[in-house]
């Protein structure tokens, strides 16, 4: 029986793992080191966050920690923390907006990063 093609088994690879947009990690990345806010789109709707935290879990995903501004289901005015893993992520750009300082409750050595932090501001 002859072997698939290369060509055939790297696609076959890429249909059972989902790949990380490399221009939303770069962004990501990017506005970490910038402090810009970033408007993120995923399956669920859209987000507007100010990134803190880009690193890797124990278990290898690659997970954003960002403070939350407006997303889907988030009253205006409520706020909070929230992780989000890369590959849940479609597009990421960042806004023109900037922000001053890490928000209160910001953890440098974010716990759910156990796997090794990438960025952080």
């Known amino acids: ?9 790297a696609s076959e690879s890429a249909s059972l793992v989902k790949v990380v947009e490399p221009m939303s990690f ?3 990345k990017e ?6 806010r970033l408007k993120l789109f995923l399956d669920d ?3 507007l966050v100010e ?12 997970l954003l920690r960002a403070f939350q501004l407006r997303g889907p289901g988030r009253p205006a005015k409520a706020t909070s923390w929230k992780v989000f893993d890369l590959e849940s992520i479609h597009h990421a750009i960042e806004a023109e907006e900037r ?11 974010d716990p759910s ?4 932090i990438i960025e952080r501001i």
């Open 26 to 28: 770069y962004t990501i």
């Open 99 to 109: 922000f001053e300082n890490p928000r209160p409750g910001y953890k440098p050595n």
């Open 51 to 62: 990134p803190h935290v880009l690193g890797r879990s124990r278990g290898g995903k690659t």
């Open 1 to 9: 029986m002859p072997l698939p093609s290369r060509t055939s088994r």
């Open 113 to 116: 990063m156990n796997g090794g």
């Open 45 to 47: 709707g859209d987000y």
């Open 31 to 36: 506005a970490i080191r910038s402090t810009h």
